[in-house]
């Protein structure tokens, strides 16, 4: 629509069509890995919420199962509690409107929980912070970049997009 606004409906015609691409081309690999993690998308920290809208989907298309939130709902809010019950294998905290370094200021309202080391993700260092800003709290030609973001943390011996250090970084 903004191309055709422009009077340039086919640049946005090629663009959606090359989006579109590589979205599919992350999808088809996953779809032929036999592992698919469990994971946990953290949009807020305190009080805790998972991610829901389209990050379920995301999570799914990019080879892991979706723990918490679901596909076209808003984002649930949930309990420390459910988030050890659920002992996920991966973690991704993506906070709204935070960057990688304000998110990061905040893994301690985490990390301070009495049972945050019992989680697999965390005993496995499978926890990982993400620009939310940037990738994932926004609908838009970002959210392919987001799905390569979440298909390098779920499968890092499989795709590698380069998108660590800004979209994203590994818990210690």
């Known amino acids: 629509r903004v191309a055709s606004a422009l009077e340039v409906p086919e640049r946005g015609d090629k663009l959606v069509h090359d989006l579109r691409i590589r979205c599919d081309e992350i999808r088809e690999v996953a779809s032929r890995l036999k592992n698919k993690p469990t994971?946990?998308?953290i949009e807020w920290i305190e009080p805790m919420m998972a991610a829901g809208n389209w990050m379920p989907t995301l999570i799914e298309m990019a080879g892991g199962r979706n723990l918490f939130g679901k596909a076209g709902e808003h984002s649930p809010w949930m309990k420390f509690e459910e988030l050890v019950a659920a002992d996920p294998e991966v973690i991704l905290i993506a906070p709204c409107g935070f960057g990688?370094?304000?998110?990061?200021?905040e893994l301690h309202l985490l990390q301070?929980?009495?049972r945050w080391k019992q989680i697999r993700a965390v005993r496995d260092g499978r926890v990982f912070v993400a620009d939310g800003n940037q990738y994932f709290n926004r609908p838009g030609p970002r959210?392919?970049?987001s799905l390569e973001i979440l298909a390098e943390v779920i499968h890092p011996h499989t795709f590698r997009f380069d998108h660590?250090?800004?979209g994203?970084?590994?818990i210690g």
Do not use: M, T
């Open 39 to 41: 994971v946990a998308c």
């Open 100 to 105: 990688i370094p304000r998110a990061s200021e």
């Open 112 to 114: 301070k929980q009495n």
């Open 143 to 145: 959210i392919v970049e």
């Open 164 to 166: 660590e250090g800004e």
């Open 168 to 170: 994203w970084r590994a």
